[in-house]
């Protein structure tokens, strides 16, 4: 029986996203060893749930660019039109 690993993360976390190609390169390493779970989290769920607006674009695009800076995984034109320029969109974990 394998030592198990469990990533928890969540699917709207950006630092997750910037995390991904490590913990594929660790999966990919030791998946003989170990035996990974992933388990998807709720940042965002419930009263937590968030729409765009200006301010919350703002505080994610400064994450964004820590994150793209420590991690080199970068945000694409896609995340920023449909997601931060879009005041409809609402950011909700549990789909995810």
Known sequence: MK???????DPMCGWC?????????????????????????????????????????SYIKSHNKQIESLTNKHFGEGFEKNILENEEAILDSMPG
């Open 17 to 57: 996203y910037g995390f991904s190609d490590v913990i594929t390169k660790i999966n990919d390493r030791y998946k003989e060893d170990f035996e990974f779970t992933i388990l998807p989290g709720g940042m965002w769920r419930d009263e937590n749930v968030k729409k765009m607006n200006s301010e919350l674009a």
């Open 3 to 9: 030592n198990k690993i469990y990533y928890i993360m």
